[in-house]
C-alpha cells in the first residue's frame, strides 16, 4: 500500500513518508491509492467480534502490506482501549459517545493509534521527533496525552489565546515532560497557518511531524465506531457529525468506500459553515473563522476538504447526493443543550448539541430515519456553558480532568507569526 498527494496523483510515498511527514511538499493531503474492499470473510464475522478485533481487521484490510499484520493488530489493540457506546434517546435517535478515553473527546481515537503508529515506524531512526500541532481545543490535549512519556518523541501545541476552555488548556499546558504549549495572540486558523509554513520551511522541517486531522493515520481508527454502530444498529443510519475540519466525517466517508452500509451524513456545523454552504451552492468559499461557544469545530478552511473533493471526484453533485449540511448559531446550541435535558435527561456538550439541532431538521424532512448523532466530547470540558445553561453543579466533572485543572498551566506566548515560531524552533529543538 503506497500513498499519493491530491495535488500529485501519480507520485506515490511509503507509509512511513506519509505518517511522519504527513504534509506533502506540493501543500495537498495524503491519501491511500486505493481503498480496499473487506472481504465476505470479515462480513460473515464482523458482528461476532470484540471491537479492537474488529477494527483491526479493518485497518489491516486499508493497510494492505503496508505494515505487518501482527504488528498492526498489536497497535491497534493497544490503541482501542475505551469503548464507543451508544445511547438511545428515543426511536429514532441514538447519541454515539465519543468521550470515552483519557482526554473525553473523540480525538483520542486518531492521536492513540498516530502515536503508536508514529513510534513504531521511527523506532531504529537516530534523531527524536518533534510532534508540532495546532489545536482549537481538543486535538491538542488528545495528541499531548498519547505522547506524554514516549520516548524519542516531543510535542509541541500552538494554541489560540483565550480561546479555548479552561480546562481544555489545562490539558495543553499542564501536562509537563516531554509536552510543550505555545499560547498564540491569535486564532485557531492563524495556529494553523504557522504550523503549515513551519512544515515548508527546510531550516526547521528535518525532525518535524504534523499531528492535525490532515494526518491520515488520525483517521483511521476514526473509521471503527462507525463501522461499530452499523453493526449494532443496522445499515440504513443516517450519521450526524459535528464538523469542524472534517476528519471526523472524512473517514466515515473513507469506511464506506470500504463497503460499510449507510443511509446519509449529515454535517453540523456552528457558524463555521463552509461546506454546508458549499453543499448548498456548489461554491467553496473558505474564509476566517469566527469564535463559537462549540469552539473545537471554529475552522473556517476545513483542511479535510480537499479529501473529501478527491473521494467524490471532484463532484459537487455527487457528495451532495451522501452529505447534507446544517448551520446552528451559539443561542440555538444553548437551546439545544436545555432541550435534550428537559426532554430526554440527557446531558449533551455545545458540539453534540449542534449535532442534535441537525438530527430533528433531518428527521423533520425524512420522518422515520434513525439518525445516531456523534457526541464528540464529555460535557464536563465545556463546564462554563455547560452550567450557565443547566445550572451550577449539573455535569460533573471526571476525576482525570479535576486533577489537571489543579495543575498549573505553563505556556511560552506567542505572536501569531510565521517567523516567530521558526524562530522559536531554531532555538528550542
Ligand atoms: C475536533 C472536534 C470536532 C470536529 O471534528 P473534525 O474532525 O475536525 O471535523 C467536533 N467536536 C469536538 C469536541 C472536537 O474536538
Given at each position: 500500500m503506497?500513498?499519493?498527494?491530491t495535488?500529485s496523483?501519480?507520485q506515490?510515498?511509503?507509509?512511513?513518508?506519509?505518517?511522519?511527514r504527513?504534509?506533502p511538499?506540493?501543500?495537498g493531503l495524503?491519501m491511500?491509492?486505493?481503498?480496499?474492499?473487506?472481504?465476505?470473510?470479515?462480513w460473515?464475522?464482523?458482528k461476532?467480534?470484540?471491537f479492537?478485533?474488529?477494527?483491526?481487521?479493518?485497518?489491516k484490510?486499508?493497510?494492505?502490506?503496508?505494515?505487518?499484520?501482527?504488528?498492526l493488530?498489536a497497535?491497534v489493540k493497544?490503541?482501542?482501549?475505551?469503548e464507543a457506546p451508544?445511547v438511545?434517546?428515543?426511536?429514532t435517535?441514538s447519541i454515539l459517545?465519543?468521550?470515552?478515553?483519557p482526554?473525553?473527546?473523540?480525538?483520542?481515537f486518531?492521536?492513540r493509534?498516530m502515536?503508536?503508529?508514529?513510534?513504531?515506524?521511527?523506532?531504529?531512526?537516530?534523531?527524536?521527533?518533534?510532534?508540532?500541532?495546532?489545536t482549537?481545543?481538543?486535538?491538542?490535549g488528545?495528541?499531548?496525552?498519547?505522547f506524554?512519556?514516549?520516548e524519542g518523541t516531543?510535542?509541541?501545541?500552538?494554541?489560540p489565546?483565550?480561546k479555548?476552555?479552561?480546562?481544555q488548556?489545562?490539558?495543553?499546558t499542564?501536562l509537563?515532560?516531554?509536552i510543550t504549549?505555545?499560547?498564540i495572540?491569535?486564532s485557531?486558523?492563524d495556529?494553523?497557518?504557522?504550523?503549515k509554513?513551519?512544515?515548508?520551511?527546510?531550516?526547521?522541517?528535518?525532525?518535524?511531524t504534523s499531528?492535525?486531522?490532515?494526518?491520515?493515520?488520525r483517521?483511521?481508527?476514526q473509521?471503527?465506531?462507525?463501522?461499530?454502530?452499523?453493526r449494532?444498529?443496522g445499515?440504513d443510519l443516517?450519521?450526524?457529525v459535528?464538523?469542524g475540519n472534517?476528519?471526523?466525517?472524512t473517514?466515515?466517508?473513507?469506511a464506506?468506500q470500504m463497503?460499510?452500509?449507510?443511509k446519509?451524513?449529515?454535517?453540523a456545523?456552528n457558524?463555521?459553515?463552509?461546506?454546508p454552504?458549499?453543499?448548498?451552492s456548489?461554491?467553496?468559499q473558505p474564509?476566517?473563522?469566527?469564535?463559537?461557544?462549540?469552539n473545537?469545530?471554529?475552522?473556517g478552511?476545513p483542511?479535510n476538504?480537499a479529501?473529501m473533493?478527491?473521494i467524490y471526484g471532484?463532484?459537487?453533485e455527487d457528495?451532495?447526493?451522501?452529505?447534507?449540511?446544517?448551520?446552528?448559531?451559539?443561542?440555538?446550541?444553548?437551546?439545544?443543550?436545555?432541550a435534550?435535558k428537559?426532554?430526554?435527561g440527557?446531558?449533551?456538550d455545545?458540539?453534540?448539541?449542534?449535532?442534535?439541532l441537525a438530527?430533528e431538521a433531518?428527521k423533520?424532512?425524512h420522518?422515520?430515519?434513525?439518525?445516531v448523532?456523534?457526541e464528540?466530547?464529555h460535557?464536563?470540558?465545556f463546564?462554563?456553558?455547560?452550567?450557565?445553561?443547566l445550572g451550577a453543579?449539573?455535569?460533573?466533572?471526571p476525576e482525570?480532568l479535576a486533577?489537571?485543572?489543579?495543575?498549573?498551566k505553563?505556556a511560552?506566548?506567542?505572536?501569531?507569526?510565521?517567523?516567530?515560531?521558526?524562530?522559536w524552533?531554531?532555538?528550542?529543538l
Amino acid at each position: 500500500m503506497k500513498f499519493y498527494s491530491t495535488k500529485s496523483p501519480d507520485q506515490f510515498v511509503d507509509i512511513k513518508e506519509a505518517v511522519i511527514r504527513s504534509l506533502p511538499a506540493d501543500n495537498g493531503l495524503y491519501m491511500p491509492e486505493k481503498i480496499n474492499q473487506l472481504s465476505d470473510e470479515f462480513w460473515a464475522s464482523w458482528k461476532d467480534m470484540e471491537f479492537a478485533e474488529m477494527g483491526a481487521a479493518v485497518v489491516k484490510t486499508l493497510f494492505a502490506d503496508a505494515v505487518p499484520a501482527a504488528d498492526l493488530d498489536a497497535l491497534v489493540k493497544d490503541a482501542l482501549n475505551f469503548e464507543a457506546p451508544t445511547v438511545q434517546l428515543d426511536e429514532t435517535t441514538s447519541i454515539l459517545e465519543l468521550f470515552h478515553g483519557p482526554t473525553l473527546a473523540f480525538k483520542d481515537f486518531g492521536a492513540r493509534f498516530m502515536a503508536r503508529l508514529m513510534a513504531y515506524l521511527t523506532k531504529d531512526d537516530e534523531s527524536d521527533l518533534t510532534v508540532l500541532v495546532a489545536t482549537s481545543g481538543d486535538t491538542g490535549g488528545a495528541v499531548a496525552d498519547a505522547f506524554l512519556g514516549v520516548e524519542g518523541t516531543r510535542v509541541v501545541i500552538l494554541y489560540p489565546k483565550g480561546k479555548v476552555s479552561l480546562l481544555q488548556e489545562k490539558q495543553l499546558t499542564a501536562l509537563g515532560g516531554n509536552i510543550t504549549a505555545l499560547e498564540i495572540d491569535g486564532s485557531f486558523d492563524d495556529c494553523q497557518r504557522m504550523v503549515k509554513a513551519a512544515f515548508l520551511n527546510d531550516e526547521v522541517n528535518e525532525t518535524l511531524t504534523s499531528a492535525n486531522s490532515i494526518n491520515i493515520s488520525r483517521l483511521v481508527p476514526q473509521m471503527l465506531y462507525y463501522f461499530d454502530a452499523v453493526r449494532k444498529a443496522g445499515d440504513d443510519l443516517v450519521f450526524v457529525v459535528p464538523s469542524g475540519n472534517f476528519g471526523n466525517l472524512t473517514a466515515a466517508l473513507i469506511a464506506t468506500q470500504m463497503g460499510m452500509p449507510v443511509k446519509h451524513f449529515v454535517a453540523a456545523t456552528n457558524a463555521n459553515d463552509v461546506v454546508p454552504q458549499y453543499l448548498d451552492s456548489g461554491d467553496y468559499q473558505p474564509r476566517p473563522s469566527v469564535p463559537t461557544i462549540s469552539n473545537a469545530m471554529d475552522v473556517g478552511a476545513p483542511s479535510n476538504f480537499a479529501r473529501m473533493e478527491e473521494i467524490y471526484g471532484n463532484s459537487w453533485e455527487d457528495m451532495k447526493a451522501n452529505i447534507s449540511g446544517y448551520t446552528y448559531n451559539d443561542e440555538q446550541t444553548r437551546e439545544a443543550i436545555r432541550a435534550v435535558k428537559e426532554r430526554y435527561g440527557y446531558t449533551i456538550d455545545p458540539h453534540g448539541a449542534v449535532g442534535w439541532l441537525a438530527a430533528e431538521a433531518w428527521k423533520s424532512e425524512h420522518p422515520g430515519d434513525h439518525t445516531v448523532i456523534l457526541e464528540t466530547a464529555h460535557p464536563s470540558k465545556f463546564i462554563d456553558i455547560m452550567e450557565e445553561e443547566l445550572g451550577a453543579g449539573s455535569v460533573e466533572i471526571p476525576e482525570r480532568l479535576a486533577i489537571l485543572a489543579e495543575r498549573e498551566k505553563v505556556a511560552t506566548p506567542m505572536a501569531p507569526d510565521e517567523a516567530a515560531l521558526a524562530e522559536w524552533l531554531k532555538e528550542n529543538l
